[in-house]
């Protein structure tokens, strides 16, 4: 209900780690933009975050939270499913709209910058 709710609005815009999510908006979307970066850049970005969705929890509780996302996100690159590059590069690769596929910082922003 939730996604057919979003689908009705005149313009939105869809996170898609989770790719079992994203593939039902594909069909509607006119654009789809993979940042593919390295682990690297994913995990300071992670770590600088920290767990700031978890700002109730304790300091305890939210650093091991941190751990676990960090250690889920690090098995993007050897987990099969809908929320791994696999899975990813499935959907990229049979989206027959405008696409990009971002590998660096630099390339992201010459892509906003209309490079």
């Given amino acids: 209900r939730l ?5 009705q609005a ?5 996170e898609g780690v989770f ?7 594909l069909p509607s979307a006119d654009a789809l933009l993979w940042l593919d970066l390295p682990w690297e850049v994913c995990r300071a970005r992670l770590q600088a975050r920290g767990s700031e969705s978890k700002r109730h929890m304790s300091r305890i509780q939210s650093e091991a939270g941190l751990q676990r ?3 889920w996100a690090q098995d993007y690159y050897s987990r099969q499913g809908s929320s791994s ?3 990813h590069e499935k959907l990229y ?3 027959i709209g405008h696409r990009a596929r971002l ?3 630099g390339a992201v922003v010459a ?3 209309g490079d």
Avoid: D, P, Q, T
Avoid at 10 to 14: F, H, L, N, P
Avoid at 19 to 25: I, R
């Fill in 3 to 7: 996604v057919g709710n979003h689908l």
């Fill in 10 to 14: 005149e313009r939105w815009i869809v």
């Fill in 19 to 25: 790719g079992n999510l994203a593939a039902k908006f």
């Fill in 69 to 71: 996302l960090l250690a």
């Fill in 85 to 87: 590059e696999f899975g």
């Fill in 93 to 95: 690769s049979s989206f």
């Fill in 103 to 105: 590998s660096s910082e």
């Fill in 111 to 113: 892509y906003l910058n």
